[in-house]
């Protein structure tokens, strides 16, 4: 049961990005642990950021990123911060305030790969910081909706 009431936010964002015919984009973190990514564009820099781990239990983020170019960099070279609440179901629900912070490129054909950083601080569990969580993501690029442009 449990499953199934965390994958339906997945889910409705899903069906939230096929409508919109958005540029949304979907794989895997590779990392502390692995995690399901999912980007949905909200207009051309910011986006909404998901992801659903997998290690000993199950746990879930919601990050809302912002996307910068370089200017004389290649046209696929993004870096983004980041920020988002991540929910953990170990011995009860245990609450996180998180960054995430990254670089991605994404390809002429539909891959964009990246490396991140998401370090949290727990709210509910003793006000823990924790800055270990590193990845490495591959994500498959659906739609030729809303297009990353640099600026002039």
Not at 54 to 71: E, H, Q, T, W
Request: aromatic share 16%; proline share 5%.
């Amino acid at each position: 049961m449990k499953t199934k009431l965390l994958l339906l936010p997945i889910l409705l964002l899903l069906k939230l990005s096929v409508s919109a015919q958005s540029n949304w984009e979907i794989g895997g973190r590779f990392g502390d642990d692995f995690a399901l990514d999912v980007t949905i564009p909200l207009s051309k820099a910011p986006r909404l950021h998901g992801a659903l781990y997998f290690d000993n239990n199950i746990s879930m983020g919601a990050y809302f990123d912002l996307l910068f170019a370089l200017n004389s960099g290649p046209s696929g070279l993004k870096f983004y911060p980041g920020v988002g609440p991540e929910l953990y179901f170990y011995d009860g629900l245990d609450i996180a305030a998180a960054g995430d912070f990254g670089v991605e490129y994404s390809f002429d054909f539909p891959l964009t790969i990246g490396l991140d950083w998401r370090p949290h601080f727990m709210l509910s569990d003793n006000m823990k910081f924790n800055s270990g969580n590193w990845g490495l993501i591959a994500r498959f690029r659906f739609g030729e909706g809303v297009k990353f442009v640099k600026a002039h």
